[in-house]
C-alpha cells in the first residue's frame, strides 16, 4: 500500500474537478478520505497549521541554519612594526547575471514551486482561481479548472492578504528559507596573546584600536573547538543553547 505523503502527491497534482468527484466518491479509501480532509481545510479556512502540515508532508521539512558563534584566537605583535608582504589574491572576472526563463512545470511541480511561480503573477489570480474553485464546488462550469496544490496556494495567499500574520510566516519561511537560528558559547568573547618576540607580523595580520598588529591564530581556535566538541561539558552546554532557541 503506497504511503500518505506518496498518495497526496499524486492528489495535489489533480484538478479540482476530479478532487471534488473523489471527496464524495463512496467508495473511496479511507486515507483519501483523510487527505481530501486535508486539502478541503487547505483550500477553504484560514487554518495556516493545516497548510504548513501539507508543505511539510510534500515538499519536506525545511532546515532551519544554525550559528554557533565561539570565542576566535588572535596573537597580537607588541613589537612589530610592520607585516610580511602578502600576494594580491586574484579574483575571477564576476559572472554577468543572466535572466533564466521559468523552469515551472505544472504536471509536476510541488507546493513550494507553486507557490515561487504564484507569487510572480498579477495579486488577482487569487481572485481567479478561487473564482473556478467556486464554481466547480457548487456544480457550475468553471473556464478553468485549477489543480488542487494552486488551489491550496491560491487560499494561503488570500490568507497573506487578509493579514493573517502565521500566512505570512510560511510563505516567508517557504520562499526565503527559516531564520538563522545563533548560539553563542561562553560569552563569545575573542581570546588575545601578546607575543614580544615577532618584530614583522603575518601578512594577514591587520592594526587593532591601539595600533597593534594582530592576527587570528587558527590553529588555536581550530583546537579550542576540537576540544570543546569532545567535552560532555560541551555537549551539555550547546544543549542548553538549542533549549532556550526553541
Known amino acids: 500500500m503506497a504511503s500518505l505523503k506518496n498518495r497526496f502527491e499524486e492528489l495535489i497534482h489533480m484538478n479540482w474537478s476530479d478532487f471534488v468527484f473523489l471527496e464524495h466518491d463512496k467508495s473511496a479509501s479511507v ?3 483523510v487527505l481530501c480532509s486535508l486539502i478541503r481545510i487547505c483550500a477553504d479556512t484560514d487554518d495556516i497549521a493545516a497548510a504548513k502540515l501539507a508543505f511539510d508532508r510534500v515538499d519536506g521539512l525545511l532546515e532551519t541554519p544554525l550559528e554557533i558563534k565561539v570565542p576566535k584566537f588572535y596573537t597580537r605583535f607588541i613589537n612589530a612594526k610592520e607585516i610580511e608582504p602578502g600576494t594580491k589574491q ?3 572576472p564576476e559572472d554577468t547575471e543572466k535572466s ?3 523552469t515551472y512545470d505544472p504536471a509536476t511541480a510541488k507546493l513550494r514551486e507553486t507557490l515561487q511561480e504564484m507569487r510572480a503573477m498579477p495579486q488577482d489570480v487569487i481572485r481567479m482561481v478561487r473564482g473556478y474553485k467556486k464554481h466547480i464546488d457548487e456544480g457550475k462550469e468553471a473556464k478553468r479548472d485549477p489543480m488542487v496544490k494552486s488551489v491550496i496556494v491560491a487560499n494561503l495567499l488570500r490568507n497573506v492578504q487578509k493579514g493573517r500574520y502565521r500566512a505570512i510566516e510560511l510563505v516567508f519561511d517557504q520562499i526565503d528559507g527559516k531564520l538563522t537560528r545563533t548560539i553563542t558559547l561562553l560569552g563569545g568573547d575573542d581570546v588575545y596573546v601578546d607575543d614580544y618576540t615577532v618584530l614583522v607580523a ?17 590553529l588555536m581556535t581550530t583546537a579550542w573547538l576540537r576540544g570543546f566538541a569532545n567535552s560532555q ?3 551539555e552546554i550547546l544543549a542548553q543553547g538549542l533549549d532556550d532557541e526553541r
Not at 603575518?202 to 587558527?218: F, L, M, R
Open 233 to 235: 561539558k560541551g555537549l
Open 31 to 33: 486515507d483519501d478520505g
Open 202 to 218: 603575518p601578512a594577514n595580520a591587520t592594526k587593532d584600536e591601539s595600533g597593534y598588529y594582530i592576527a587570528e591564530n587558527t
Open 100 to 102: 533564466q526563463d521559468s
Open 90 to 92: 586574484i579574483t575571477a
